[in-house]
């Protein structure tokens, strides 16, 4: 059984720093697509960055490409868990963030819509004041 589950968000000024985690349960590491997305209140759901397990090769999908630059995901193989790491936080990164999976689905990661991640977390809050 998958299992994900969120953690390290939390109230940061402009300009600060957080690092999301995402540990995975029943996931093995190879040949999947891990994501994280962003929800801000009343807007849809949206890609941040996406990883394909296989490789490890990194995507940066925000439609607006604001987060270039700015936010790192990652891998740990030994502890089965994805990060996002969050530098020079703006006030538009303000939403619930979410890590999903979508297992043997890679290599071509950023070319899956949020509705093909079969197994989502239970989201994390990120708000940054000015």
């Known amino acids: 059984q998958v299992q994900l589950v969120e953690s390290g968000g939390g109230s940061v000024q402009a300009g600060g720093s957080l690092r999301l985690s995402c540990a995975a349960s029943g996931v093995t590491f190879s040949g999947d697509c891990m994501g994280w997305f962003r929800q801000a209140s009343g807007k849809e759901r949206k890609g941040v960055a996406t990883?394909?397990?296989?490789?490890?090769?990194?995507?940066?999908?925000d439609p607006t490409d604001s987060v270039r630059g700015r936010f790192t995901i990652s891998l740990d193989n030994a502890k089965n868990t994805m990060y996002l790491q969050m530098n020079s936080l703006k006030p538009d990164d303000t939403a619930m963030y979410y890590c999903a999976a979508a297992l043997a689905r890679g290599p071509f990661c950023p070319a899956l819509a949020p509705g093909e991640y079969r197994y989502w977390g239970q989201g994390t809050q990120v708000t940054v004041s000015s």
């Open positions: 990883i394909y397990t296989g490789n490890g090769r990194t995507y940066y999908t």
